[in-house]
C-alpha cells in the first residue's frame, strides 16, 4: 500500500508563496507520473499539475500556469509544487496523488491519494 503524506501548506497573503511537497513510502513511486489537486468544500476536486515519472513533461491548469511548477526527485521519492504569486481563489486543500500508470488531469486517473493539507491566502 502506498503511502503519500503532503506538507508544507499554511496561511499566506495574496501575492506570497508555499512550497508544498509530498513524499512517498515506497520507491516504486519513481515509475509512476505524479499529480497535485486541489479542493474547496464548494467545489470537486480539480486539477492543478502533473508531472511524468521522469520529470520530463509537465502539465498545469490554465488557472495556475506560469505560477505554480511541479517538480520531483526520484531519489528522494518526493514530489512538490512550487507556488508563486498566490491569489486568495488557490484557498484550497492541496492533495498529491500518484496516477495508475501516464500523466493525466483527471481524477480517475489516479489511485493512491495523501491525506491533503490545507493552502489559505489571504487578501
Known amino acids: 500500500q502506498v503511502q503519500l503524506l503532503e506538507s508544507g501548506g499554511g496561511l499566506v497573503q495574496a501575492g506570497g508563496s508555499l512550497r508544498l511537497s509530498c513524499a512517498a513510502s515506497e520507491r516504486t513511486v519513481a515509475r509512476y507520473a505524479m499529480g497535485w489537486f486541489r479542493q474547496t468544500p464548494e467545489k470537486e476536486r480539480e486539477f492543478v499539475a502533473t508531472?511524468?515519472?521522469?520529470?520530463?513533461?509537465?502539465y498545469y491548469a490554465d488557472s495556475v500556469k506560469g505560477r505554480f511548477t511541479i517538480s520531483r526527485d526520484n531519489a528522494k521519492n518526493t514530489v512538490y509544487l512550487q507556488m508563486n504569486s498566490l491569489k486568495p481563489e488557490d484557498t484550497a486543500v492541496y492533495y498529491c496523488?500518484?496516477?495508475?500508470?501516464?500523466?493525466?488531469?483527471?481524477?480517475?486517473?489516479?489511485?493512491?491519494w495523501g491525506q491533503g493539507t490545507q493552502v489559505t491566502v489571504s487578501s
Open positions: 508531472i511524468s515519472w521522469s520529470g520530463d513533461t509537465t
Open positions: 496523488a500518484r496516477s495508475w500508470a501516464v500523466a493525466g488531469t483527471d481524477v480517475g486517473a489516479y489511485n493512491y
